[in-house]
């Protein structure tokens, strides 16, 4: 009986509820945990999902069906190589990933009427800099526009 039970409980099983807790069922030690999302901003009054780096690599790893050490490895040098395109001494760049969105880097003008915020009345010079833009591609607007169940 314990080699046939040992094959059934190999992975927990996962019972979703509609509160956002996730029940963990263990068949192994037959009993039952609930997690509460860690990682919650509070926007405006609604609790909102931060994901971080780190549930990127989980869930690179799961999808990919590898180690997380290995997908760590894999996901920290794409943000590295997005970063270093980004970042390079040319003007303006655009790095396109299809079916994902568009970075692009884009210069702004000097400006000599800049208002100081704790004195309006003074005057301040803000310099010539870069920034960043990301507009999504047509596969991500298309489901972000999908109505909410």
């Known amino acids: 009986m314990k080699n046939t039970y040992e094959k ?9 509820t509609l509160n956002k ?8 030690t037959r009993g039952s945990y609930k997690l509460v999302p860690k990682r919650t901003v ?5 609790r909102m999902r931060n994901f971080i780096k780190k549930d990127v ?7 990919c ?6 997908a760590a490895a894999a996901v920290n040098a794409v943000f590295r ?23 692009e ?13 704790k004195k309006p009345q003074e005057t301040i010079f803000i310099p010539a800099r870069r920034k960043t833009h990301f507009r999504p591609g047509r596969l991500l607007k298309n489901e972000l526009k999908k109505p909410i169940k």
């Open 42 to 46: 509070t926007i405006k009054g609604s």
């Open 8 to 16: 059934v409980a190999q992975k927990p099983v996962f019972h979703f």
């Open 105 to 117: 880097v884009k210069n702004t003008a000097a400006r000599s009427h800049g208002r100081n915020p």
């Open 21 to 28: 807790r996730i029940t963990i069922f263990c068949p192994l």
């Open 81 to 103: 190589s997005l970063r270093d395109m980004m970042t390079e001494k040319v003007e303006e760049c655009r790095v396109e990933i299809r079916s994902f969105g568009v970075f």
């Open 65 to 70: 069906g590898i180690e997380p050490k290995e």
């Open 57 to 63: 690599i989980e869930r690179t790893a799961q999808i």
